[in-house]
């Protein structure tokens, strides 16, 4: 079939293109322009090129935060992943007791960030919170406003706490597709409940576990309301992560040509590992398919 | 293998099933005699995939007892009961080549690596599939996963029974015959007990020794392909066999006379006085066209050659009767009449056969 050329037709994608460039590009933009000038006040800006870059790859301070980021996102991934696709093995299937988990199971999603982290900010505390009241009255030292294990276990208790629900939801809706046939046919086959999960459930929920994968990936590696909340990233700059230091640049010092830079890269480690993830999942898709 | 005994058996899917209307599967009494093969046959919902799921394990009975070879299994889960099953749509495991899909039941069962290789290879020869052993099982055609599934079916030879549940239904229609026809070779050989699921009466006629006939929920004939053709023992069955299936028509039977519409014919043989809804059932195959006086008055509507003989729709009275003729035979529009061989004229009182008299 001869496809009709037709130049006009262009014109149809004006309408995205205008909404992505003032909801996307033009933003990002002003950002580029920061990160390449220099500003004494008055609404003066002098020409830095590349300056701002090379200072912020020179930062200890931006590498540790990096650091931190990569440890807390690989952390939390290491425990919602598992904990999740357990938690969505053992809900129930169907029934009534299948919808309160769900709603139950819900419920945390729906809470505003801010507010996650207040509660948690009180439930820890050793004077007044549940949890930290009842760990000192146990004899454990705890003061997340102090001791860094004890700030970092509740940055990370918490966000498990608040997302472990939407892995678990996204592999209970995978679990939920597979057909009763491929249960009764493992059964006729003896497989064990291992073999069961490793060879039918596991493959069956493997597509949105790769989303739940690349969701709780993104969102971690930009947390800033919760840390922020409980610890404002402290003891020191302990629970300092990227999000929590780029605020403090950019807001708090106001250096906004480093701050610029800095985002700039920020996001591109972003895009970059978004995007090889992506490759490596529909790639591992392709191989398979085979 | 072994000896299946069902006793008393009956499922309902409700929690408490008060009515003969709540059971899925009427309470059955029955045998499966040790390496026969059984084709179940009936139209969707009659209860042939709840039978087999019983017999497998894979559902609990509300009542009645399972025995194989004499002992009790109805409580015993699936995995003690050493069944293959094979369901309707293929059952995969995708992540797996086609070979760890076909060792994977031997593999289960701590078979012997060696073992498990030559038979992996004999059971890929049967289905075709030696070409692809090595293939990742995702991505083939439903035809080959089906080919698969059987396969996995097959490859334990300890088997106690071999349960096929609609295997055939995505399968390419030439592939069908093949297939039916590995199977059939594969029970004379290892002589399996196995039970064929199906609806279509050619695969259940080609494949098995007996035939049980199901509808509603209950066991109506078991027999073999010639008995449920010349005796259905309920008008289910005289329907459901045959191409076209049974003409079946309201009568008022006395002794050896039947008056059907205001019309008197000679049954042959005595009845009795059959009670209750009274039916006369004559497969096409012994109704033949005729002129003059005798038969039942019929205006032949539409005449069907289908090669090697002809069926001819005939109207009576608003009900069509079927007509089987010779390709030789000439039909001419002056046929007014169609008469029944005796031989094969059934009475049926209430959807069940009545027994003729012995003369």
């Known amino acids: 079939m001869n496809k009709t050329v037709n130049q006009k037709a262009w014109f149809l994608i004006l309408p995205v293109l205008l909404l992505v460039a003032f909801s996307a590009v033009i933003p990002l933009m002003t950002v580029v322009n920061y990160s390449v000038q220099d500003t004494f006040g008055q609404n003066q800006f002098f020409w830095a090129g590349l300056d701002w870059f090379r200072e912020m790859m020179a930062s200890e301070r931006m590498w540790d935060a990096l650091g931190r980021q990569i440890a807390f996102s690989g952390i939390i991934l290491a425990i919602e992943i598992p904990l999740g696709i357990f938690v969505a093995l053992n809900m129930p299937k169907k029934g009534f007791w299948a919808s309160v988990c769900l709603v139950l199971m819900s419920l945390p999603l729906l809470i505003p960030w801010n507010v996650v982290g207040t509660i948690w900010q009180i439930f820890g505390r050793v004077d007044i919170g549940l949890l930290g009241y009842t760990l000192a009255a146990l004899g454990i030292d705890y003061n997340y406003t102090q001791d860094f294990y004890a700030a970092w276990a509740t940055v990370i208790v918490m966000d498990v706490w608040h997302w472990t629900s939407l892995v678990a939801l996204l592999a209970y809706a995978g679990l939920q597709s597979i057909p009763d046939a491929y249960y009764q046919a493992a059964k006729i086959d003896q497989a064990s409940r291992w073999k069961v999960f490793r060879f039918i459930e596991l493959p069956k929920i493997m597509g949105v576990l790769m989303i739940a994968i690349l969701l709780r990936f993104m969102d971690s590696f930009m947390i800033y309301t919760e840390p922020f909340v409980v610890t404002g990233g402290g003891p020191g700059n302990s629970t300092t992560f990227l999000s929590i230091d780029l605020v403090k640049m950019a807001l708090g010092q106001f250096d906004l040509g480093p701050a610029a830079a800095f985002s700039i890269m920020y996001y591109l480690v972003i895009l970059l590992v978004s995007y090889v993830f992506y490759t490596v999942m529909t790639n591992l898709d392709k191989r398979d398919g085979h | ?359």
């Open chain 2, 1 to 359: 293998m072994a000896k299946i005994t069902l006793e008393n058996l009956a499922h309902s899917y409700l929690p408490n099933p008060k009515h003969e209307d709540d059971y899925a599967l009427k309470e059955l009494n029955h045998d499966w005699v040790d390496g026969e093969a059984y084709a179940l046959l009936g139209s969707s919902g009659c209860g042939k995939s709840t039978l087999l799921n019983i017999i497998s394990g894979l559902l609990h009975p509300s009542q009645g007892r399972i025995l194989f070879n004499d002992k009790d299994v109805t409580n015993a889960p699936t995995t003690q009961r050493n069944i293959a099953q094979v369901f309707q749509f293929p059952v995969v495991y995708d992540t797996m080549t086609v070979r760890d899909n076909l060792a994977f039941p031997l593999r289960n069962r701590g078979a012997d690596p060696s073992y498990i290789k030559d038979r992996v290879q004999q059971i890929a020869a049967m289905i075709g599939m030696e070409a692809t052993l090595d293939h990742k099982a995702r991505g083939l055609t439903a035809d080959a996963k089906q080919k698969i599934s059987l396969g996995r079916g097959m490859v334990r030879e300890d088997v106690n029974a071999l349960l096929f549940d609609e295997p055939l239904t995505v399968i390419d229609p030439h592939m069908k015959w093949e297939l039916r026809t590995q199977l059939k070779s594969l029970h004379q050989e290892f002589g399996h007990t196995m039970i064929y699921v199906t609806h279509d009466q050619t695969e259940a006629l080609t494949f098995a020794d007996k035939v049980v006939v199901m509808y509603d929920g209950r066991v109506v004939q078991m027999g073999t392909p010639r008995e449920l053709f010349e005796t259905p023992e309920h008008t289910f069955v005289g329907y459901f066999i045959g191409s076209p299936g049974m003409n079946v028509l309201a009568a008022d039977v006395q002794g050896d006379k039947a008056v059907i519409g205001g019309t008197q014919i000679s049954l042959g043989k005595g009845f009795g006085a059959p009670q209750g809804q009274v039916e006369v059932g004559v497969r096409p195959e012994f109704a033949s066209l005729a002129t003059g006086d005798a038969g039942l008055p019929v205006t032949i509507k539409r005449v069907e050659d289908v090669g090697r003989h002809k069926i001819v729709r005939a109207d009576f009275q608003g009900a069509e009767i079927n007509i089987l003729a010779g390709e030789g035979e000439t039909i001419s529009p002056d046929m007014n009449r169609v008469v029944f061989d005796t031989a094969g004229v059934n009475v049926y009182s209430n959807s069940w056969r009545v027994t003729p008299e012995v003369a």
